[in-house]
C-alpha cells in the first residue's frame, strides 16, 4: 500500500511540477513547436514517466533533470527572441518552393519533399494548379504559404471600390444562462436594455446559452433549445427599406407634381435621399 501512495504522491507533485515547466516555457500549439522543443518536450515526458512509476528511482535527481530541460528550451526560447541567427539555427526559415507559377526543385530536394507531398498541401490551401501560384513558401512547421496570381485571387469590396463598416469584436454578455455584467458594460447596454431585447424574441435568460451583442448593438441569441426558432435582428433591414421607400416616393412626387418648383425640390430630395442609402446600404445590410 505505501508503494501506491507513493507513487500518488509523486503523480501529483510531477503534475504540479510540469505545469510549472510549462508555463515558463510558454504556450504554443503542436503545429508550432521547433524541432528542439518537441525533443524536449518527449524527453520531459519520458523522465516523469519513469520516476513517477519507477520508485527506485531517486525523485529529486528526475524533478532535476526536467528542469534542466525545461530551462533549456526556456532559454533557447529567450535567444531566439533575441538573436535572428540563432532563430534560424534552431527553428529554421522559410523555404521558396514555387515562384511565379514554377516549382524550385532544388528548394524541393534540399527540404526532401515531393510533388506528391507539395500537390497534397497545395490542396489543403484550395489550389489545385501549380501554374496559378505566385509564390510558395514552405514554413519550417510544414505548413505550405500560398500567394495565389492576382488574376486567380477571390474579388474583394477593395477591388470592387466598395466601402464596408469595419466590424469590432461582438461581446458575449450571456453565457450558460448567466449574464456576464462586465461585457454588458462594455458593449454600452444594461440590464434593461437586455430584458427588453429578451422579451422582444420571446426568450427567458436561463435557456440562453450564449448570448453577443454585435458592433452594430445588436443581440444574437443561441438556445439550449434548439427547436425554438429566435427572431432575427430586423432593425438594420427596416431602416434601408424605409429609405429606399422615401427615395421612391420622392421620385413618384416629382413626375406627378405639375409645379415645377415642387417638382425641383422633390427631385434633389431624392437624390440626397439616394446618396445617404448609398452610404449607408454596407452598414444597414443584413
Not at 520531459?44 to 530541460?69: D, H, K, M, P, W
Not at 529554421?92 to 530536394?109: A, F, P, Q, R, Y
Not at 500567394?147 to 466598395?162: A, I, S, V
Amino acid at each position: 500500500m505505501n508503494g501506491y501512495i507513493e507513487i500518488l504522491l509523486r503523480s501529483l507533485s510531477f503534475i504540479l511540477f510540469l505545469f510549472l515547466i510549462t508555463k515558463l516555457v510558454g504556450k504554443k500549439q503542436i503545429s508550432q513547436l521547433t524541432f528542439f522543443e518537441y525533443v524536449a518536450g518527449i524527453t520531459i515526458g519520458s523522465i516523469a514517466g519513469e520516476v513517477v512509476t519507477g520508485l527506485e528511482q531517486n525523485y529529486f535527481q528526475g524533478a532535476l533533470a526536467i528542469f534542466i530541460f525545461g530551462f533549456v528550451t526556456f532559454l533557447s526560447d529567450y535567444l531566439s527572441l533575441k538573436s535572428k541567427k540563432f532563430r534560424d539555427i534552431v527553428e529554421g526559415s522559410g523555404t521558396v518552393i514555387i515562384k511565379d507559377g514554377k516549382l524550385l526543385e532544388e528548394n524541393l530536394k534540399k527540404e526532401k519533399y515531393t510533388i506528391d507531398n507539395i500537390s497534397t498541401l497545395l490542396r489543403q490551401n484550395n489550389v489545385f494548379k501549380i501554374a496559378d501560384v505566385e509564390f510558395a513558401v514552405l514554413e519550417p512547421q510544414g505548413k505550405l504559404s500560398v500567394l495565389l496570381k492576382k488574376e486567380n485571387r477571390p474579388l474583394t469590396p477593395k477591388d470592387l471600390q466598395m466601402k464596408v463598416p469595419n466590424e469590432k469584436e461582438p461581446y458575449t454578455i450571456i453565457m450558460d444562462g448567466k449574464i456576464i455584467d462586465d461585457a454588458l458594460r462594455w458593449s454600452g447596454k444594461s440590464r434593461g436594455w437586455l430584458y427588453t431585447e429578451l422579451e422582444k424574441m420571446n426568450a427567458t435568460l436561463d435557456n440562453v446559452f450564449l448570448g453577443q451583442v454585435d458592433s452594430y448593438g445588436e443581440l444574437t441569441l443561441d438556445l439550449y433549445d434548439d427547436k425554438i426558432q429566435v427572431p432575427q435582428p430586423q432593425q438594420r433591414p427596416l431602416l434601408l427599406a424605409s429609405l429606399k421607400k422615401t427615395q421612391a416616393d420622392l421620385e413618384i412626387f416629382s413626375l406627378s407634381t405639375q409645379c415645377e418648383k415642387s417638382k425641383a425640390m422633390y427631385k434633389k430630395n431624392a437624390a440626397t435621399v439616394q446618396e445617404i442609402i448609398t452610404k449607408l446600404e454596407p452598414f444597414l445590410n443584413g
